[in-house]
């Protein structure tokens, strides 16, 4: 299996409607690390890093987001890094 990382940025109404408590929820429930913040010009970045597929599912679910979320869109570029131990929110 094919691990990789991704940097995702989410655009939308993403910040105060608890997106990155939720994905960090998915994030664990794949088993990916990485991390979500909100950056200052109101969009939500996300690292994941995982297994190919699992990051796939979790990038698919980034463009839809839980329900109080309205994403407008999703930019994902690959990563060469190394995964981190955990998923947090920053």
Known sequence: M??????AIVKGRV???SFRDNTRRQ???LQITGHARNLPD??????ACGEESAVNTLV???HKGP?????SQVT???EDQQPP???RIA
């Open 42 to 47: 109101g969009t939500v970045e996300v690292l």
């Open 60 to 62: 698919d679910w980034l």
């Open 85 to 87: 131990a955990s998923f």
């Open 67 to 71: 329900p109080a979320a309205s994403v």
């Open 76 to 78: 994902v570029h690959q």
């Open 15 to 17: 910040q105060g409607v």
């Open 27 to 29: 994030a664990q429930h």
């Open 2 to 7: 094919a691990e990789i990382c991704v940097r």
